[in-house]
């Protein structure tokens, strides 16, 4: 066990005695040890792919805290640092993980309440200037089924919104006539 082989049957475990009661011991350990490693290597997979992941994340526990980013992130905070720090007065990228999500908000208490009462996944649109911004939220559950977090999902969604933009306005300018064989 010391040399992580946990491919081994303790043996005496069906003893009624003292060496009975250390081998059942040994044995939930055991258990214990492997159940450990298991989920060690699926937050491994799990963390590989949050940090690979295309798609601009941050993770923030239940009280709100920021406990992580990814690279996606920080390029689109890069991209739209500006922005950001208007709506965020004081936002860092470098200094954002430990923070509360509430920089991000003006009324905080409201927002905190949006969300205990929001359906997940969440969406909303943040409109900075003329840039606009699609935050998604889904949770993340804890072991006993409450909230342990929240993954928040970025996209920048200015040029697709522009793009639509436009192309409405020239469906609504466009004049249509429709022709039937006689």
Known sequence: IAKANYAIDVPSTARQDEIGGLARSLQDLLDTLIAAREATRDGLFKGAG???????MLLAD???RIIGKNGAFDALAHHRG??????APGFDIDTIVGRPMDIFHKSPETNRAALDAASFPHTTLIQIDDVCLQLTIATIP????????????WSDVTESRKADAVLGALEAGQLRAEFAAD
Do not use: I, Q
Not at 50 to 56: C, K, M, N, Q, R
Not at 82 to 87: D, F, S
């Open 82 to 87: 500006e922005e950001l720090r208007k709506a």
């Open 62 to 64: 239940a009280e709100f």
């Open 50 to 56: 949050f940090e690979g992941a295309s798609a601009a």
């Open 142 to 153: 804890g072991e006993s089924g409450e909230r342990a977090g929240y993954v928040l999902e």
